[in-house]
């Protein structure tokens, strides 16, 4: 059975004439569900009793429900939204001056491992299909106008890249919620073979890499990925892809007190990104997670270390303030939360 939110808008003419029915009424249920924002069917009056039948039968929209809400004196929040077969993911709103940015998961846990992550420190269940991502999106856009999205919650959006892509390409699409492609961005932990796929889409997405090491034997330790694509290969498609594309890379690198955040790993991060055509930094202090209590945020002096040793080498670099601590801003700690009750 085919979702309704996994339909590109150029696919439902021809799928509702090898049915039989009227391509016209094509745009009728794209105005329904991307500028009316139905979840329901029986809410798109504008179509006929019978036609919204059909529609229920053989196009039914996803369900979900928001299970659970944390919200921080900030303004940031985090939504636990549940699917029919029991599971849940989580979603962030976070609010700004001009920008509303949806932050939505890609799969069910997480199968990459990384030292410092919640996501991934049961596992990944399953990967999400195209309409269930885009149900996330739809949750956060029943409380306020989406302006930016970032695919940087729970799962590595490479490891699911066909019904990753399959949701962007919608939300981003003119007939359907037209949310421009340089206002999503991706980010991957380094699953090399996705950056080729990506560059090949020929679409404007913008694209982050989580780094959060400098050198293999550290980046190994915090992030098995390492293990399988290195740092060198790992810059090298990065590169490659800049070159491609010319769409600048974001390097994520999260500081961690007494792990990664010496002045010696400052100047190495620097000479690295440097290899890498149009790039920059985001600076991040760590967010603390139960399962690693050993893991601790960095001091202000430490970060602002971080911040002049890049800049001093050149390397445009963005220090970005934690949202939401109080609202388990670490991915994953929502969904753990819950499942623990």
Known sequence: MTKAWSILPDEWKPILKDRGLRPFRADQILQSLYRDYITDWDAATTLPKDFRETLKAEFPITKYEILDVSESADGTKKLLIGFEDGNSVETVLIPATGRFTQCISTQVGCAMGCAFCAS???????????????????????????????????GEPF????????????????????????????????????????????????????????????RSQLMPVNKRWPIDELLTACADYTNATKRIITFEYTVIRGVNDSRACAEEL?????????????????????????????????????????MKHRVQTMLRRSRGKDANAACGQLRLRHLDR
């Open 120 to 154: 991934g420190s049961r596992g990944v269940v399953r990967s999400l299909t195209a309409d269930e991502i885009v149900a996330e999106y739809m949750a956060g856009r029943s409380l306020g106008e989406i302006t930016n999205i970032v695919v940087m919650g729970m």
């Open 159 to 218: 490891a699911n890249y066909d019904e990753t892509l399959r949701a962007l390409k919608l939300i981003n699409a003119g007939r359907g919620p037209n949310l421009g492609a340089r206002h999503i961005t991706l980010s991957t932990c380094g699953v090399v073979p996705g950056f080729k796929k990506l560059a090949a889409e020929g679409i404007q997405f913008e694209l982050s890499v989580s780094l959060h090491a400098p050198n293999d034997e550290l």
């Open 270 to 310: 620097a000479a690295q990104v440097r290899r890498v055509p149009m790039a920059k930094v985001n600076l991040i202090p760590l967010s603390p997670v139960e399962h690693r209590p050993d893991f601790e945020t960095p001091s202000e002096a430490t970060m602002m270390m971080f911040l002049d040793v890049l």
